[in-house]
């Protein structure tokens, strides 16, 4: 009996995170961040739990791209997501995901030096994957998903 609750309980908490209700759901878009260039959100909330924000590419504020290799622009994308998580009333170490794309590996160790000193000693999970191509022919992108209280 314990275990069919238990089991209802989780079907139940799925099932509300997935409804569209606009009361479920949250979008949020900052405005000192690059407007989104297609048809998403900076970030979705979630029943406030989680907010997933969408992957960052080195796009000033302006809409600019920065130019430069993948220590630069893994600089600016950490200033972007500092943006989103900061009109969501969120700081870095509300991070618990992130996921990292690179059009080459070989930038891996300019793009971890950055990471690794922007989160300092906070070690949200990630996985890094190489693509063959991001939007802007950019070499990162990066996407996080963070713990709202």
């Given at each position: 009996?314990?275990?069919?609750?238990?089991?209802?309980?989780i079907?139940?908490?799925?099932?509300?995170c997935?409804?569209?209700?606009?009361s479920?759901i949250?979008t949020?878009?900052?405005?000192?961040?690059?407007?989104?260039?297609?048809?998403?959100?900076?970030?979705?909330?979630?029943?406030?739990?989680?907010?997933?924000?969408?992957?960052?590419?080195?796009?000033?504020?302006?809409?600019?791209?920065?130019?430069?290799?993948?220590?630069?622009?893994?600089?600016?994308?950490?200033?972007?997501?500092?943006?989103?998580l900061?009109?969501?009333?969120?700081?870095?170490?509300?991070?618990?995901?992130?996921?990292?794309?690179l059009?080459?590996?070989?930038?891996?160790?300019?793009?971890?030096?950055?990471?690794?000193?922007t989160?300092?000693?906070?070690?949200?999970?990630?996985?890094?994957?190489?693509?063959?191509?991001?939007?802007?022919?950019?070499?990162?992108?990066?996407?996080?998903?963070?713990?709202?209280?």
């Open positions: 009996m314990i275990r069919v609750c238990v089991l209802l309980g079907i139940a908490l799925l099932s509300s997935t409804t569209t209700e606009r479920m949250q949020l878009n900052a405005k000192h961040a690059p407007a989104a260039i297609g048809p998403y959100s900076h970030a979705v909330a979630c029943k406030g739990a989680m907010i997933f924000l969408s992957g960052q590419i080195a796009l000033r504020a302006d809409g600019t791209l920065v130019e430069g290799d993948a220590s630069a622009q893994t600089e600016q994308i950490f200033r972007n997501i500092r943006a989103i900061h009109e969501a009333g969120l700081e870095l170490g509300s991070v618990v995901k992130t996921t990292v794309f059009t080459d590996m070989q930038d891996f160790a300019a793009m971890n030096s950055v990471y690794a000193e989160f300092g000693d906070h070690r949200p999970a990630r996985s890094t994957v190489q693509v063959s191509r991001l939007p802007k022919d950019v070499a990162v992108e990066i996407e996080v998903v963070a713990c709202q209280p």
